[in-house]
Every structure is written in structure tokens, then in C-alpha cells.
């Protein structure tokens, strides 16, 4: 079989790197031109041919990122590749999985089922999945959802002395509850109310937190950043250690990432969305699957 | 048959009011709200079950209008909507309808294919065709290229003494000397040699303008302006009158409209993109269209 080729969509070039040297396959340069009007025009600069293909894009701030990605995928397929694939880290457009009012579009299926037009496999990290149990039932191709709690509890043994996991609501709790106990550590869940996209009230209940431990906030996703500051800010009455933050998908709106680091809290992600907190990889996790998926 | 609705995506208000009074149907408002992390949730602020929907989004800077566009059709399909149609008074991505390069992407094509799996039918005007002869070779639905030509004729008749057209290269030809036919006026093409996006160069050969004619530059498309300044200079040599540069589609790269005001030259273009330089309305061309299509 021919070695799998890797092509890295524009700001993914360090994990299509990294993917390579894991996996013994190759790099295509893209080069994805933008003309005045703002349009684009990728090109492949090596023949694929023959070859299975994993094309890296993380998909946050998905809108822009969209038609480049497609049009890449199309050219490869056209171009003679075997199976196209799509590694995404993050996976964008997984909140909108039913009508909360009437007429709203459901855009987490349209995405899907765009997606799975367009590639015929997905490696992602821990998709927000909220009442859809698994990306099976929107996802028409194989769709594989990778764990990164193992990493991060690797993370936090090796940096965090006696942690105190915490979890910012009730859908956090199954898989804070995997980490803590993958670090013999306790944790507990807050209570979070959402009033808007950047109102939150979250409540302690009767936590009171031991003297001498760190506290580490944990979340899937960072974007607002409003639940972690309420809960940061929680915390600090709570305990005499500055607290962690640690988020699997650092998305960070606008102004976010600066807002907690202003709280004096530590930011620590995952590296499915590049950036400066960016500190633990998944890189072995995507890697692995990888190889088993083009297998 | 239950009324047309219309339904418009941010930005085109204007004109899907306007199409709504001339074909006597309903606009269905529309509710874009973007999270703090760049995504969109649209929703229909109105019933559509049974009822025809056009759609209007014009798709000049496409990317980033592609998956609202197509979030809100699925929607409306969803929700019962008997037909979804685009009205798209520019469509995008036409240029790249050949691999010019080893490796490049039909962007399309592939677009094409996009939009036709979206929507049930198009309606757009004068689409910037090159090699690809009609639209139904790429899109797979009816899309109907309507003509603006007869518009611009009727704008030239009314609002310029003496017009003398002027193509800039044999592309414009066709329909160059259609416009200056209807107005009974003479016309030139000039020679155009692209040497990238940005550089051009254009010759005259021997052309010479008669000292009373007003010199009406005429272009389907203006974008990064570059070939529309070089033409203006070049005119400027042969004519004491102002040019007005006349085009259907005013695309305008960042900065590209204000640098042609800058050579004191006129611009007008059509109103299938809004902007300051809209002043020839081709609404009723588009309303006609779309009362034959959801007919």
C-alpha cells in the first residue's frame, strides 16, 4: 500500500507535522491562494494518486474555514486519491443538535451531513455531544471520537501537585469524574445556570475545599470564557491556591483568553485548537487512530 | 397555490423587499444570531410548511456566507417549505472552471455541486462564464443567467449624452457591442494581457475617440479595480471627458472602489452587489424570473 499523505489546511501546519512524523507518511504542500475578491483557489503541490489521504483542519471558527476545506478535499478526490479523510480536533457546530425555538435551523446535522459529503472518514477529540449520543447518529461516515481525558490526567499528574478537580455543571460530571479518578483525586460539580450566551450563574453548593490542594477547573470547552471566570472567581474564596484552568478545546472568543488569564488563574488546553495555552498534545491519541482508520 | 416567501439573508434586505412588493408575496424574517465562538444559529421567524421560498443572499465574498446560506435552506426545507430557491444576483467562485495548474481545485464545480444539493432551484445575473458555456453544465438544478444588458442600455439611454463604449478586453466583446447596439452607440475593445491578479496590461492599439463623446468603460465585473484604473489613464489620454465606468457587478477589493473614484472617473454598477455605486436597479429583471420559476 502507498504511504498515507497528510495535507495541513492553512494554521494546521505543526499537528500535520507532527501526525507525519508519528504515522511515517508524507506531507502534500497546499497552497491555497486568495484572490482580491476573497475567494479562494487551493492546489495540491505533489500527486496523490493512489493514496489514502488525511487532510488536518481543526474546526473552530468553522464559517471560513468551510469552502477551502471542501474544495481541497474535492481537488484530492478528482486527483486520483483513494479515501479522503478529515482530522478535526475540534469539531465545530455540535451545539445546535435540536429546535430550542420553533424555526431554527438544525445546524449540527447540515454540517454533518456536508462533512460527510465531502470525506469518507472523521478522527475528532471529544465532540461537545449534548443529547446526541454519538456522532454516528448525525455522521454518515465512520466517525471516530478520541478521549483526550487519559492525556490530560497524564498532564496533571505530571504537573499538578494534589489536584481538586472541579466541574462547572452536571454535563461535565461523567468525564471529570474519569480524570479525577485516573489521578486518585477527588472532585466535585458545580451548579451552572445559563441565562445567555455570556450570562451564567453557577452555585458552590457546600464545597469547601481542603487547605492544602490545587484546584483545577476542568471544562471541555473554553469560548466565552464567562463560565470560567464566574467559577474562578467561585473558587478563590474557597482556597489559597491560585486555581488551573484546564479545557480539552481552547475555542476563546474574542478577548477571552486575556479575561481569565486576568483572573491570575493558569490556562492550560489541549492542543485540538492551536494557541498559546495550547500545552497538552493529543497528537499520539490522532496518530494511533489514524493509523487504524487508513489501515 | 400559497403565496412566494422570500427570505433574506443579512445584507440583502433591500432587494428582497423590493422583489417581495413586485411579486406579491411574503418576506419571512429572519433571525442570524452568532455565538460568541464565531457559529451561527439561523431561524425562520415565520411558518414556511407548504410554501415556495426564495432565498436571496448575493454571494460576492462567499465563504463566510456559505454555511448560513445553506443552514437556513436546510432549515426551511425542514420545516416543510414546498421548494427552496436561490436568488443570488452574483454568484461566486466562476472563475476556476479549469485546473490552469497541476494540483488545482474546480472550486466551481465544486461549489456547484454545493449549492445544487441545497437548493431546488437558481436564479442569478450575467455569471462570469469563461470556458464553461452555461451554468447547467456545473449546476445540476435549473439555474437561470438572466441578462443584464438591456438595464444597462436603458441607464446609459437616460443619464449619458453621446456614450461611447469601451470593452477593455475580448472577453467583453459579446456583449459590449449588445449594450452599444441598443443604445445606438459605437464601442471599442482593447487588448488586455494579465500578467497576475493584481498587474495588468492594457493597450490600445489605434483607437481615437471623437472629441464629444462621453468615453462609458464596460466591464461584468470590477474587483481589484486594476484593469479598470489602467483603462481609465489610457482613455484619459484620448477623450476631454470623464469616463463613467459602467459594470454589472461591483465586487471592489478592499480599497479598490475608492481608488477608482480617486481618478475622478464616474462608477456605477448594478445593484446585483449593494453598495454606494448601485444605482441601476435589476430587480424587475429578478422578479419576473423568479414568478416564472415558482410558477
Known amino acids: 500500500m502507498s504511504p498515507p499523505l497528510f495535507i495541513s489546511m492553512p494554521g494546521n501546519e505543526a499537528l500535520a507535522a507532527r501526525l507525519v ?54 481537488a484530492a478526490r478528482e486527483l486520483g486519491a483513494r479515501k479522503v479523510g478529515l482530522v478535526a480536533p475540534y469539531l465545530g457546530y455540535m451545539r445546535q443538535d435540536k429546535r430550542f425555538h420553533p424555526g431554527e435551523a438544525l445546524t449540527s446535522r447540515t454540517f454533518a451531513a456536508l462533512i460527510s459529503g465531502a470525506f469518507d472518514w472523521l478522527v475528532t477529540v471529544d465532540p461537545h455531544l ?20 487519559p492525556v490530560l490526567s497524564e498532564w496533571v499528574k505530571a504537573n499538578v501537585p494534589r489536584p481538586f478537580f472541579i466541574g462547572p455543571d452536571e454535563e461535565s460530571r461523567q468525564w471529570v469524574a474519569d480524570v479525577a479518578k485516573q489521578c486518585s483525586a477527588p472532585f466535585a460539580i458545580l451548579h451552572k445556570e445559563r441565562r445567555g450566551d455570556r450570562t451564567i450563574g453557577i452555585a458552590a453548593g ?29 473558587i478563590k474564596g474557597l482556597s489559597r491556591h491560585a486555581p488551573i484552568v484546564l479545557a480539552i478545546h481552547g475555542v476563546f472568543a474574542k478577548g477571552a483568553e486575556q479575561a481569565i488569564r486576568d483572573t491570575g488563574a493558569a490556562l492550560v488546553t489541549s492542543n485540538t485548537i492551536p494557541g498559546r495555552a495550547a500545552a497538552v498534545e493529543v497528537d499520539r491519541l490522532i496518530a494511533s487512530a489514524i493509523a487504524d482508520i487508513m489501515r
Do not use: W
Not at 33 to 46: A, K, Y
Not at 131 to 136: D, E, H, K, V
Not at 213 to 232: A, Y
Open 206 to 234: 457546600d464545597l469547601s475545599l481542603p487547605d492544602d490542594v490545587t484546584p483545577v477547573l476542568l471544562d471541555d470547552i473554553v469560548s466565552s470564557g464567562g463560565t470560567v471566570i464566574e467559577t474562578i472567581h467561585l
Open 130 to 149: 449534548h443529547r446526541t449520543p454519538s456522532l454516528a447518529e448525525i455522521y454518515s461516515i465512520p466517525a471516530l471520537a478520541l478521549h483526550a481525558g
Open 21 to 74: 512524523v508519528r504515522s511515517g507518511g508524507f506531507l502534500v504542500p497546499l497552497d491555497v491562494h486568495t484572490f482580491p475578491d476573497g475567494e479562494v483557489r487551493p492546489r495540491l503541490m505533489q500527486d496523490v494518486a493512489g493514496h489514502s489521504i488525511a487532510l488536518v483542519c481543526t474546526l473552530d471558527r468553522p464559517n471560513e474555514k468551510f469552502l477551502p476545506l471542501v474544495f481541497t478535499a474535492a
